[in-house]
């Protein structure tokens, strides 16, 4: 989602990096307004329920193609130094997140002075250094996500620079045994292995890389990233019912992004895009404009829905099959004039995202 790994793709390979990151941007609007819905098992309609199940479920893949679409870009890329990357990467990305933090923070603040709540200048205080450091908003958990990615990835990005394709699918193999380890079912009959610095979040931005590289005809059957991407919703569609009906509250479980069900239907959307013939010509004027802005609508969008909320535009203003989306979009449109609205400001582009 961030703007700053290449707004506008110069190279025409890259065109369909455009639409898939304004594909993933809708998917985690689409996500966080379904999730008010898919939270509440047994406090929602089973309907509302199961609406807000199906949409969260299917749209999972949002964060692990954002780290993806990273790591296609920076890894296909040579930086002069490490300090060369921190600088051109890492800075752009804090200085978005703490003004947008600020703004989530200084609503916090509103709410408690609203609310009568007794605070001094040191309870303010107080408040807003932990809110930065714990996050000032739900989603923000993605951001010191990223910074700690981007941290490790000049180190990362020598050794693939260095490695053939053959050494990258080696750590990717070992990487989704990791993932696949940690379900309880597997993790008790697993030898105790070390596999610590295989595992995480660093495999997608690799994985992105290894398949923006692969050009092989298996990789190009639509049919087979189909059948990913069903199968993969399927078991987190089915997988959070089952749970939540045993009333363990673990239900959740399969909505996370680093479990086989989700990274199947990462994979599915990311060869998606890749080898759809009709995405690799220049996009469009607007499309090219949601990318642009596809980090800043990502830091604001929250916001967003908490106003549309206010007004009484939520995921069930009306029907949830159609409320969920069509608030997301209005969300979508309404954060990207915000974005672009603030960019145009004296030193906005700097803040903006």
């Known amino acids: 989602m961030n703007n700053n790994e290449n707004t506008n793709t110069i190279q025409e390979e890259w065109y369909w990096i455009d639409y898939l990151r304004v594909f993933a941007t809708f998917g985690v609007i689409l996500l966080h307004t379904a999730a008010p819905l898919a939270n509440q098992y047994g406090i929602v309609s089973n309907y509302d329920w199961w609406i807000g199940n199906i949409y969260n479920s299917i749209t999972r893949f949002c964060v692990p193609v954002f780290l993806m679409i990273s790591g296609a870009l920076i890894f296909s890329k040579t930086y002069n130094s490490t300090n060369d990357f921190l600088k051109k990467r890492v800075s752009k990305i804090i200085v978005p997140f703490l003004f947008w933090s600020m703004i989530y923070i200084a609503r916090g603040i509103f709410f408690k002075f609203r609310s009568g709540e007794d605070i001094t200048i040191i309870d303010v205080l107080k408040f807003i250094f932990l809110k930065l450091v714990t996050g000032a908003s739900v989603h923000l958990w993605y951001v010191y996500l990223i910074i700690g990615l981007y941290l490790f990835f000049p180190i990362i990005g020598k050794w693939i620079h260095g ?9 990717i193999i070992i990487w989704i045994i990791t993932i696949f380890v940690q379900l309880p079912f597997i993790n008790s009959y697993f030898p105790k292995i070390n596999l610590l610095y295989f595992s995480g979040y660093i495999g997608y931005p690799i994985l992105g890389y290894f398949l923006s590289k692969t050009n092989g005809s298996f990789w190009k059957k ?14 987190t569609i089915l997988g959070a019912y089952f749970m939540a009906i045993q009333k363990t509250g673990k239900y959740q479980s399969f909505y996370g992004y680093l479990t086989p069900n989700v990274l199947l239907t990462s994979i599915a959307i990311f060869l998606l895009f890749k080898n759809r013939l009709s995405f690799k010509s220049n996009p469009p004027a607007l499309l090219l404009f949601f990318s642009k802005y596809s980090y800043g609508i990502y830091l604001v969008h929250l916001l967003v829905l908490w106003i549309l909320r206010m007004v009484g535009v939520s995921q069930n203003f009306i029907n949830p099959i159609i409320g969920i989306p069509m608030t997301s979009l209005w969300c979508l449109v309404f954060s990207a004039l915000i974005i672009w609205t603030v960019n145009k400001m004296p030193m906005g582009k700097y803040i903006s995202g």
Do not use: A, E, P, T
Not at 163 to 171: A, E, G, M, P, Q
Not at 222 to 235: D, E, H, K, V
């Open 163 to 171: 490695s053939s394709l053959r050494d990258i699918r080696y750590f």
């Open 222 to 235: 639509n049919g087979f990233q189909l059948l990913f991407f069903l199968i993969g919703s399927l078991i």
